[in-house]
């Protein structure tokens, strides 16, 4: 259900290179980042505790947003090819996604796409692998914690998911401290994500008390310090509650509860239109908790109650009307825009993406069934 260990607090990251020395035999390190993350100075801690613990590390920096199998490829054949015996991801949720998927591909055969969610591959994968360590700097995807990889699939530009139980990092290493140098925008679109993660997980119609518990305090800590995080982004112990509510978020999905229609939805616009995936989520959100409230408000009171919203069980339309709107106003005050159409997407592309969120595996967990009629609708209510 989660990783097998989690290191969490500021300084973490220069503790590393000593928690693996003790804990797992390596004679060379692949790490995966990208070249912003290096620019930012957030490798520094890390490198410097890979020199103190004498472990000899190369470095692979070609990680991109929304990462494609070829690049999946392309890490897998360093690692084979330069004799590394570990990973390690600094980065966000694209790193740490490419981290994960090349970990398939390192001792299993074929090409990384026979090994996504919508075929047979994910009963393909075994625990054969090599050892994962992911170091996020951001908070909001969850992927250090979670089971899933997400990779763009260059047949069709879609979004696919890679899934094994055995994709969840060995190591957890979340260091609120790296997060200090995040924008506010990247701030709002990571904690929005966050926030998409833990309302999917609780409405989700899969039975998972201490997955869904976990999540409604997730959903507490990001109306808690969210706002502040974004407004003074050097404000500890704001990030330090957003990095614990992205592992809530990624441990509450990843509890076997899953995500949902808001997901499905939000990985079209980025593929259509580059949207970042916090933002792509924060724009459907609404739409979809509105559309599963009309079927049954009831998981909404809570929602709302951890929001710190009005929230009765003997009025839950009410409670989840509340809920929503606090959405709203959140992103609202995020700067977030406020429909789909301020973004650039165009009306004609509605019933494309509406057979592709179809397909995407994310909805089938939605307490609300959802038909190519219904995402069409979704996306035509955040128009």
């Not at 694209?94 to 026979?114: L, M, N, Y």
């Not at 992927?143 to 139980?165: F, H, L, Q």
């Not at 038909?371 to 609708?377: A, S, V």
Request: aromatic share 6%.
């Amino acid at each position: 259900m989660f990783p097998e260990h989690i290191r969490f607090g500021s300084g973490v990251a220069g503790n590393v290179g000593d928690l693996i020395r003790n804990r797992f035999w390596v004679n060379r390190v692949l790490i995966v980042t990208d070249v912003g993350v290096a620019k930012a100075g957030l490798l520094a801690p890390v490198l410097s505790s890979f020199d103190a613990a004498d472990i000899p590390f190369d470095v692979c920096d070609g990680v991109t947003a929304n990462p494609t199998d070829d690049l999946v490829e392309i890490v897998a054949g360093k690692y084979r090819s330069d004799g590394h015996d570990l990973l390690v991801a600094v980065g966000g949720g694209s790193t740490i996604d490419t981290a994960k998927a090349a970990q398939v591909r390192i001792t299993h055969p074929g090409h990384i796409r026979d090994y996504f969610e919508d075929g047979i591959g994910a009963k393909k994968i075994i625990a054969n692998m090599p050892r994962l360590i992911a170091i996020p700097t951001t908070a909001g995807t969850g992927s250090e914690v979670s089971a899933v990889s997400v990779i763009t699939d260059t047949r069709d530009g879609t979004k696919k998911g890679v899934y094994s139980p055995f994709l969840r990092p060995a190591l957890a290493a979340v260091d609120p401290a790296l997060t200090i140098g995040l924008p506010p925008p990247l701030t709002a679109a990571t904690g929005l994500d966050a926030l998409t993660h833990c309302i999917e997980a609780y409405v989700s119609k899969a039975y998972g008390p201490i997955g869904k518990a976990i999540a409604i305090a997730g959903i507490e800590l990001i109306f808690g310090s969210l706002t502040r995080a974004y407004d003074c982004g050097d404000d500890l112990e704001a990030r330090t509650d957003m990095s614990m509510a992205a592992v809530m978020g990624g441990m509450a999905f990843g509890a076997g509860l899953g995500l949902g229609a808001a997901h499905a939805l939000a990985h079209q616009l980025s593929t259509e239109y580059s949207i970042p995936h916090g933002v792509a989520n924060a724009l459907m959100l609404p739409a979809v908790m509105m559309f599963n409230a009309e079927r049954d408000p009831t998981p909404f009171v809570r929602i709302a109650q951890a929001m710190n919203a009005p929230g009765d069980l003997a009025n839950a339309p009410n409670a989840a009307a509340a809920a929503i709107e606090k959405v709203r106003e959140l992103c609202g005050r995020l700067h977030i825009p406020s429909s789909l159409q301020a973004v650039g997407v165009s009306e004609d592309r509605i019933p494309k993406m509406a057979t592709q969120a179809l397909r995407d595996s994310c909805h089938r967990r939605n307490p609300r069934p959802c038909t190519e009629t219904d995402m069409r609708m979704l996306y035509r209510a955040a128009f």
